[in-house]
């Protein structure tokens, strides 16, 4: 669910891009740290 709102590099894409408002992106902005923090989602992308 989360890794719609990041993109391929692991950058937290932009309200404005998403449509979502000021107050769930930051509760989605909250959710991303958190997932990155219990390694659920990587912090950048796979380096090849």
């Given at each position: 669910l989360l890794r719609q709102f990041v993109t391929e590099?692991?950058?937290?894409?932009?309200?404005?891009?998403?449509?979502?408002?000021?107050?769930?992106?930051r509760q989605l902005a909250l959710a991303v740290k958190r997932a990155r923090?219990?390694?659920?989602?990587?912090?950048?992308?796979q380096q090849k």
């Open positions: 590099t692991g950058k937290i894409i932009p309200a404005r891009t998403t449509g979502t408002s000021a107050k769930y992106q923090y219990l390694a659920l989602l990587p912090y950048t992308d």
